[in-house]
């Protein structure tokens, strides 16, 4: 073997000259990544730097600074790639400047208008742990240990759904050939899995014909002698659906929404009749669509009903649970997703009510085997035989970022999940009863969870705000005033609502509803936070109100928006 | 107002009693999620044990332990979520020993057998920072700076590519109308991402017809009257095309497989062939795919030539430059990616060669105005008129992961980008000169970037590979000592090479020959540790010579797996 041997010498011959002739260039790079003592040693000075501009941002009350966003936008039209590599210290000045300044304070108490929370302290050191192993979760290869720990994690995140038997997860958790979940960036990526499957399962192969993945849509059609397919949901669905519709080569206008009830659930008698049409038309149902937990109020659907229409039209159910998944945590409040246990496949978020960072969502299947129907493989990785995880995804290589749910699972815990969505549903019901006491506002919706729909009235029309006697009109302006208001509060930045446009409200159905909407997650949010955002409101809304007496009205209000 | 200012005394009566009864689960989360100064100790206290962990896994040389992967499914077994919040001391200890201890050295020198690297020290404080700011690029009302910041990183990158003039960048770089590029988690979602634009692009509305993401995909072909829906490129394309033509509708049989010459790069008369045929059959061609750095060789396909036909054909032209793009860096190089600026789409990976953690990907487009095919709207978010990002892109809720490009093009720098391909690129020469002078090794392609195919040869048939005239058994023979040596190598885990099967070497094209793949992109592999990874196999394949000699070959030797 000896003379085989590959000799070092010779190599150390071909560095020497290398070393002697170092540029500050390549010193520099090689301060930037190697493991050595001075490059920790500058690592930590940075991490100094970088954990003081965080602490200070956490501590944030205030939702954000009041720079317009053209003064922010100015500071971004450079477009050429530096030259050459800029100085750390002065990267993260300009940082601390530009950037954290005026980034949105998403973890304050008083920011409750998008579904976002403060975090749990862990996530920071685990991400610094999870971005220095740097696996890749594509194939076992470059993730030997988080493979199986990915596994598990969606295995407990499957049983909190569906809580089969000790046997059933004995037996699939650590199969190669199970899949109990899919882990994504988030619920649009776990909705359109859910939907891949469903499609694919549904259209498969069948004597000659070797399946809609393999042959296309336009084959599988004919084959099966549809005249086309569509998805089921309500109107409330997420618009993620559109997307899956669109992409999946199914159409966005074959994607059906079915009206709601003024709870916002899922007419069910449309649902019914929606689906006989189908079959009289003899459309493919690839799947109906339950929401648990809509984006817009935190309304969910008749799940049992739902999932009985879906078996007997044999159709997939899907549960977008992106949301209110985590609601089954709380003995008091699971009751409210009876039925999720009957879904063909399960949406849950993990950046949403599991507290962990932007771009974690999951997928979870009732059966282990559907995500075989989306299987690939390539010569160089996610072979036939591996345990690669790449091989049932739609993304390739990915981050180990179910580390953060597994962390989290252990560090916060069934119970822990468990008080932190009671306070959240406890809060919620603070505010339903500081609105309807407060004549200024109007509680537009009886919350089913953790959101919250309502408006402000202005003076004018409080009475008759009272008496429900509000006409199209009066309606109108009120919009206008509510969507000014929510802009001004905004801009301010000193607390933060958002708002959305409801269609089906005690005023029925023709007429749009700007509303304010409230999402309360995080766990600092006290009552008294609560109350300011409310006072900045009345703040707002006064000035508001006298701006536009002073103006006149016809200018200052634009109908046409509408 | 008086009358209707919230009383924050109300509901710090309310709070008081809250206060008094705190049990230990509740005091225990919120030290976990508060901005306190006991909450920051115990997230400094964790910081301190992960970043020895963190420390020591960097300064890691070897591959993996050698630890059996059964070993390791063994302690992820147990399938219910724990009812009690964990102590973090107690949770880190634990991660310690089953997860960090035997996760996969990414970074280590001799670890060259993926596309993964040593990565620059300030990905670790910028995670940090993302992590505790928690943007959500989906919406400005959640990333209010990083929404303009990776326009602008985006266009940089564009800029990269396409080298438009100063005024095109002035016009698009923030303009809420225009999409220069697309950030994705990776290759994946970018390559998925440019199709689903060509899509619908080219089937698009026209007349009474509304177009095909709308319409779908039965009605679209009906509509303008195509027989079916192909894509074209390589038998080397990436396997997500896969996932894309199955995804999109058009079905992975209608993904056309072009052979690729003994360089690995497409046969041009074989595309124009195919293009012809597709054209007699009426297909509609959506688009034909360029290779830059496949995955299996880091070969690349001719791109000028490709785009002519591309053009002659009305078809989208999308480069798959997940791997090659950032060879545009380098002065030396870049002829290499010549054609890539007449792409109509391109993918480039952060994580691959731009050298950041995993899970950042872009696509960019030629035309700022593509993207609108895949525009969607929500009542409560992405409302038409809004900046907001996530109204093109596949996926919705997205963390802010563009920031490490930013901070990567500026600390890096663009002659410090060159100066890591170059690097990587010589010391591929630098291998391929050490497998020539080595009869023990076969190069079975000339390395055209900074990815490298070879394999061993055992010594009973080293005349005739030197001859090249190797049968089909003695091939498959050296097939199964090569992927039974690389086994052993992983798990042995001092090294790492991974292993492909090509289909087209000097050998010929009937015959499948297993390959050890090297990638060379970290900068802290030296020549020494070439010699290191090569000096290892010699050893395990002397061992592994010496078991096949003593064994019963036929009994040992599995054809069967061919």
Chains 1, 2 share one sequence.
């Not at 991490?47 to 939702?63: C, G, N, P, Q, W």
Request: charged fraction near 20%; aromatic fraction near 8%; include cysteine.
């Amino acid at each position: 073997m000896n003379k085989l041997t590959v000799k070092a010498k010779n190599s150390q011959d071909v560095m020497q000259p290398l070393k002697a002739s170092v540029t500050p260039l390549e010193e520099k790079l090689m301060e930037l990544f190697s493991a050595s003592e001075k490059s920790f040693l500058a690592e930590e000075a940075m991490e100094e730097r970088i954990s003081a501009l965080v602490e200070d941002f956490l501590y944030a009350k205030t939702a954000s600074t009041d720079i317009d966003l053209e003064l922010i936008i100015q500071e971004f039209t450079e477009n050429k790639i530096p030259a050459l590599p800029a100085d750390v210290g002065n990267y993260i000045d300009d940082l601390a400047q530009t950037l954290v300044a005026h980034s949105i304070h998403t973890s304050s108490p008083r920011y409750i208008g998008h579904m976002t929370s403060a975090l749990p302290y862990f996530v920071r050191p685990i991400a610094k742990l999870l971005i220095a192993m740097n696996q890749n979760l594509v194939k076992m290869e470059t993730a030997k240990v988080l493979t199986p720990c990915e596994r598990q994690t969606l295995a407990m995140m499957h049983r909190l759904i569906y809580d089969f038997s000790e046997d059933f997860y004995n037996q699939h958790i650590q199969k190669n050939d199970s899949t109990l979940g899919i882990v994504v960036t988030g619920g649009t990526l776990a909705n359109i899995t859910a939907l891949w499957c469903a499609r694919n399962a549904s259209l498969g192969p069948k004597n000659n014909f070797s399946g809609i993945e393999k042959e296309g849509l336009y084959a599988a059609l004919e084959f099966y002698g549809y005249k086309g397919m569509v998805i089921i949901g309500s109107s409330l669905m997420h618009y993620s659906f559109e997307k899956a519709a669109g992409l999946l080569g199914i159409g966005d206008r074959n994607l059906l929404k079915v009206p709601t009830d003024s709870h916002h659930r899922m007419d069910l008698a449309a649902l019914r009749q929606t689906v006989a049409e189908c079959r009289d038309r003899n459309l493919h149902i690839l799947a109906i669509i339950g929401v648990a937990g809509s984006t817009d109020s935190g309304s969910i659907d008749p799940l049992p009903e739902i999932a009985a229409i879906a078996q007997s039209a044999n159709a997939h159910f899907h549960v977008d649970a992106a949301w209110g998944g985590p609601v089954l945590f709380s003995e008091r409040h699971r009751h409210k997703l009876a039925g999720i246990q009957l879904a063909d496949s399960v949406t849950i978020d993990g950046h949403k009510q599991m507290y962990l960072p932007m771009g974690i969502g999951m997928v979870l299947f009732r059966n282990p085997q559907i995500a075989k129907v989306i299987e690939k493989n390539a010569p160089y990785t996610v072979r036939k035989d591996s345990i690669d995880l790449g091989k049932r995804s739609l993304e390739g290589s990915r981050s180990g970022a179910s580390l953060f749910l597994q962390a989290a699972l252990n560090i916060i815990g069934h119970q822990g999940y468990e008080f932190l969505i009671d306070a959240g549903i406890h809060k919620t019901q603070h505010l339903a009863n500081l609105i309807r006491e407060n004549p200024a506002f109007e509680l537009l919706l009886e919350p089913e969870i953790n959101l919250l729909l309502y408006r402000y009235i202005p003076e004018t029309f409080r009475e008759k705000a009272a008496k429900k006697q509000l006409t199209e009109a009066d309606n109108y302006f009120i919009n206008e005033f509510n969507e000014r208001l929510q802009e001004a509060q905004r801009q301010a930045g000193d607390t933060f609502v958002s708002r959305t446009t409801v269609q089906n409200t005690c005023y029925g159905k023709t007429i749009p509803i700007v509303a304010f909407r409230v999402v309360l997650a995080n766990p600092l949010t006290t009552e008294a936070d609560i109350s300011f955002v409310l006072n900045d409101q009345l703040k707002i809304a006064a000035k508001l109100s006298l701006t536009i007496a002073n103006s006149d009205r016809c200018d200052e209000v634009n109908y046409a928006v509408y």
